[in-house]
């Protein structure tokens, strides 16, 4: 969050503000998928971009509820033209 606010490149960032219907594959049932985060931000070509991130610990990449919410995210993105990346303990350094 700090660095979304830091950033001259972040236009504009929300938290949990995105809605993406998905299926849980495990309980077989419909529900709603709400990423961490929302970032619209500037490249290094001017242009306007839109990311969804959402952060996990390392160990819950594998989980299944995990990996239908990122699929469906995937598609979201896809559909809207935006990018999706998941965040660990790995890649955020204090």
């Not at 809605?19 to 490249?43: G, L, Q």
């Not at 990018?83 to 660990?88: A, G, M, N, Y």
Request: hydrophobic residues 30%; contains cysteine.
């Amino acid at each position: 969050m700090l660095y979304c606010d830091r950033s001259p490149s972040v236009q504009s960032w929300g938290s949990e503000n995105i809605a993406i219907p998905y299926y849980d594959s495990e309980n077989e049932k419909w529900r709603t998928y709400y990423p961490d985060f929302v970032i619209n931000y500037y490249d290094d070509h001017g242009r306007l971009n839109c990311k969804i991130v959402e952060v996990k610990p390392y160990q819950q990449i594998n989980w299944q509820i995990n990996k239908d919410k990122w699929d469906a995210a995937r598609k979201y993105c896809h559909v809207h033209g935006y990018s999706f990346q998941v965040l660990t303990e790995k890649e955020i350094k204090p």
